[in-house]
Structure formats: C-alpha cells, structure tokens
C-alpha cells in the first residue's frame, strides 16, 4: 500500500483548539518547488491539498492538510536566495544591521536554520561564530562554497540539542522564510528556548498574513507555508504557550509585506509591539469573519488576469513569464495557465533552467531568451521585485514590451 504523504488536521497547531473554519480551497496542487526534469514530465505527479483554514480560538491562519515535509525539502531544492539580487541585498543588510546592534563577537554563536546557501550568514559570519541548519543536501553544498558551514537536519528540539552540546549556547538565532513553514511549531520552540543564551535573541521574518487579506499576495499560500501569521497569534504561541517575550516587531517590504520579529528570554517589551497589536486590531486580524472575504478577493484576482491575458492570446499576443518563483507556481495552478498562454518562462536560478513548472509544464529557461527574441508582453510572476525588476528591464520596456504585474492588482506597465 503506498504511504499517505500528507495528513488532515483537525486541530489548530498551535493552541490546540477543535475544528478549523475553512477561508480558501485552491485545490490539488503539486509542491510549489517540485520542478521537473524533461524525463519527469510523463510521470504522474504527487498532488496534495491545498487548503486554507482559520482557528476561531487564536486567529491563526494555517493549512489543513500537513505534506510530509521530506517530501518538500529533502530531494534537491530549487529555491537559491542567491539568485535574487533585492533578496541577497535585504539579507546582507540584515546581517550587518544586527551584527552591530547586537555587538557579536567570534566568542558568539549565531544558529540558522533553512540557511539554504549561506548568502545571511556571510554577511555574519565576519562577526561572529556561525552555523547553518537545512535539510536540502544541494542548498548547504552552496553554502559550503561561501564557506559556511551547514548541518544537515530540520531545527527542532533534537538538532538543537545537539547544537548546544558541541558548540554552546546561542547568542542569535535567527528564521528568514522558514517559521512559517514547520508543522510542529512547538518543536521549534523548544528548540529554540533550549539553544538560545539568556540574554539572547531568536529572530525571525515571515509574510504577515495581514498582506495577504489586505494586498491579495495570495500566491504565497503553498504547502511549504503552513502558517499565515499575524502578530496576534505569533504573540499567543509564543508568550501564552511557550513563556518567551515577543519583545519587538519591525513591517519590511520585501515579499510584499513581512513581519521582522524580535524574541527574548527577558520579559521586555518595545512599543512597536503594543503598536502594531493596535493596528492588526484595526484591520481586524482578530475576528473570523476578515478572513472570509479573503476568498473572493482571489477569485476576483483570477477573472480579471485571466480575461486580460486571454484577450491579449486571441489578438495574436506572445506572452512570457518573468521569474519561476514558487509562488508563481500556485498562481499558474490556480489560474489553470498552461504553456498555451505563457509560452515560457525565464528565471535567473540556474538549477530551474531547462526545468518545467509543476502541475503547468511551462518551460523555464535562462533569461537570455529575451535579449534573442522580444515578447509582446511579460507576466511577471515574481512580482515581489517589481520595482528592481522594471529598472532592471527598462531597455525592453523602452522597445514596447509591457509587463502585466498580477499582484497586488492586476496592472499593465
Ligand atoms: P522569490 C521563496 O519563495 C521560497 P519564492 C520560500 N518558500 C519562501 O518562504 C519564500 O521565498 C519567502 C527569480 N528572479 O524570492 C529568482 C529572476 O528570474 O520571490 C527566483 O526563482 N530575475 C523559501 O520562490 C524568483 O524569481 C530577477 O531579476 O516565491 C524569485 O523568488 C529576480 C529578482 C528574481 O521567492
């Protein structure tokens, strides 16, 4: 009998609460990452739920169902941060930035973990002592290049322990795009709470799931994103639950909008705390019924790409893809857009040149494409660059090409 790789959950992850109200159903879908080789394209492909649910107890946002996280991020892992250019920018100046807030020392210990290829820690590791954890085999093997070391594992109770063991305590700890993305939340925490010194700091960003119902960002629900965090339930999982001090929180634009949040040991709190607990109360992050009109937003988002684009296809238009993002990949699925409307995609991340998209089959190809022969127009699926993206591409705009943004509303440019 083949194993079930995914599991329904009824009970909210973090507090534990029965029966989770369901917000968004975006069907079967493949995992978001899961690029095909060409010999790929003829086998069947897993497809698991994507479903969106709320919990009426602590308002956290989350997936139904639970896809074996092995079979998200063990085999080889085509997301590299260092193939966007604003991604490294934000990140080096993330490490400079606490490096010197918090005065680091080569006495200090600094744990990430999803390190993916070391493009954060190279920019702290001129300061500080520092170790990457990531169960992607292929990701630390690029970190190793920049020379950071990598453990190869999910961060929890155990790796942490192990960590703590050889190396010490931890002065940072530090979760870029991966807190939201581990099931046993509790573990984490654990982990944390048992590797972090006491007067350290876990640090961590995540999209803020108050972008996601505001900004219609909904392409970043995939199955690697269990969580949709508000700064509301962050603060009940990790004060009510785990006794740690949510002591600060910072909103960066980067991946839209994300939440930078600062954690200690110490009970003391910022004001941007109460600030921003004020403002999510403001747009109603802590009532049910905000997140039912999430829907309809999305489907709203949906007839209008879909009428613009097909319209565009029957006057003879080419259309291409700029940017093989994962979350490019939910939008694709969802809109049903197949290689009949995007003849291709390019994207800057060698490991996904000479790929096909998941569930959609587009091919992904290196962005030299463009400089060979000129699209009509450009869905520009990683949309979170935007802006560096349109002045990267301003000679091809200068020559006529027009660039459809989908997110935060449809928009030609
Ligand atoms: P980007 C990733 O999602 C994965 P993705 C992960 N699950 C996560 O949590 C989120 O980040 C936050 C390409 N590109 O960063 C490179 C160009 O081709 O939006 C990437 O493939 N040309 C861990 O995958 C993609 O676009 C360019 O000029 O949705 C961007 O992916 C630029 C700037 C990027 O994240």
Redesign the pocket.
């Known amino acids: 009998m083949a194993i079930k790789k995914w599991k329904e959950e009824k009970f909210c992850r973090s507090c534990g609460q029965f029966g989770l109200t369901s917000i968004l159903d975006l069907g079967n879908q493949p995992p978001a990452?899961a690029f095909l080789k060409k010999e790929e394209l003829n086998r069947k492909e897993s497809l698991f739920p994507l479903r969106v649910v709320v919990c009426s107890n602590c308002f956290l946002v989350q997936l139904q169902d639970t896809v074996d996280p092995e079979a998200l991020f063990q085999r080889d892992y085509y997301?590299f941060t260092g193939?966007?250019?604003?991604?490294v920018k934000h990140f080096e100046d993330f490490g400079k930035r606490i490096s010197k807030e918090l005065a680091l020392s080569k006495k200090d210990l600094v744990v990430e973990m999803g390190s993916n290829d070391g493009v954060l820690l190279s920019a702290i590791s001129p300061y500080a002592r520092v170790l990457g954890v990531d169960p992607a085999l292929n990701v630390g093997k690029e970190a190793k290049k920049r020379g950071i070391q990598t453990m190869q594992a999910f961060f929890g109770e155990k790796s942490a322990n192990t960590i703590l063991k050889k190396e010490g305590s931890a002065r940072l700890i530090l979760a870029n795009?991966?807190f939201a993305?581990i099931a046993d939340i509790h573990d984490v925490l654990k982990g944390i709470s048992a590797l972090l010194d006491s007067e350290g700091q876990f640090v961590a960003e995540m999209?803020w799931v108050g972008n996601l119902m505001g900004k219609g960002g909904f392409d970043?629900i995939y199955h690697?994103?269990i969580y949709y965090f508000s700064l509301h339930s962050l603060k009940y999982l990790i004060e009510e639950i785990h006794g740690l001090t949510l002591a600060r929180v910072e909103l960066i634009p980067i991946?839209g909008e994300c939440l930078r949040i600062y954690v200690i040991k110490e009970k003391k709190v910022h004001s941007s705390v109460p600030n921003f607990l004020k403002k999510e109360k403001t747009l109603g992050l802590h009532k049910l019924k905000t997140y039912f009109t999430f829907g309809s937003g999305v489907n709203q988002t949906r007839n209008t790409l879909l009428k613009k684009i097909t319209a565009l296809r029957r006057a003879g238009k080419r259309i291409v893809g700029?940017?093989?993002?994962?979350?490019?990949n939910t939008l694709l699925n969802y809109f049903k857009i197949g290689p009949e409307i995007l003849n291709y995609i390019?994207?800057?991340?060698e490991a996904?040149q000479g790929t096909y998209t998941p569930g959609s089959h587009i091919p992904v190809i290196s962005?030299d494409m463009l400089k060979k022969e000129r699209p009509d127009y450009i869905l520009l699926l990683?949309w979170?660059?935007a802006e560096?993206?349109l002045e990267?591409e301003k000679e091809l705009r200068s020559q006529g090409v027009k660039f459809i943004i989908p997110v935060p509303n449809v928009r030609i440019v």
Do not use: C, F, R
């Open positions: 990452n997301y193939a966007s250019i604003p991604l795009n991966v993305h999209h970043q690697e994103h991946h700029y940017g093989a993002p994962a979350k490019g390019i994207d800057t991340t996904k962005p990683s979170n660059y560096a993206i990267k």
